[in-house]
């Protein structure tokens, strides 16, 4: 593909479609210009180097988020959605949260969702500095949340890389940690349901549930509450 028929659009969506398949270990300029078509070189004229490069693709990934409407909704109706929306997202592209540790990240994408979460929480009663604690609570719990997806993702990234069944070697690990936690008595007289999530999984509705404590105290937390 010609230099002037690239975008940096249509260079970050690419980028973002490897990041998914082969994460950060996996995106390189090289890589990228063959799923574009491109010489590698003809990419530099669009972005300057790697660490340019995800910070522009994970900031385009927020605007996936929609912003829901406190006006119309009620503001735990439109933090709820916003922050599965968060969820969802973050599990979409399991390299975002690993990458915000390792890269510098900002932009638009993440601002509106910044500011939009903070009009949620200003809209409950929130004022100042607590509508940020506010948002920040939830914002920190819900990217907590897919640490375990992502892990196992990248898991199960490297265990096929290295030429084994990954599938099965989590099956074989499940299974030891079975074993192990029979000899502690609140796992054993949990038998089964203890190894029954998948590798790296929190127990069934555990995000729901998190999420509602999290904002049933934050609601308490409300003047005149």
Sequence with gaps: MPR???TTDRIVRTAIELLDAEGLEGLNMRSLGERLGAA????YWHVKNKDNLVMLAGDEVWNEIELPDPETTGWR???TAMAHGL???AVRHPWLVPA?????MY???KSRHDDHGLAIYEKAGFVGADADRALATVFMFVLGSTLGE???VALTRRLRKDGGDAEEQLRDTMAKTGEIAMRFPRLRARGETFTENDYGAAPDKSFE????????????QLPGR
Aim: hydrophobic share 45%.
């Design 100 to 104: 915000m540790g390792v890269h510098l």
């Design 150 to 152: 992502s892990a196992t």
């Design 77 to 79: 109706t439109a933090a």
């Design 107 to 109: 932009g638009p994408g």
């Design 4 to 6: 002037d028929t690239l």
């Design 40 to 43: 590698a070189t003809a990419v």
């Design 87 to 89: 969820y969802e997202m």
């Design 209 to 220: 549930y998190g999420l509602q404590v999290i904002l049933d105290g934050l609601e308490a």
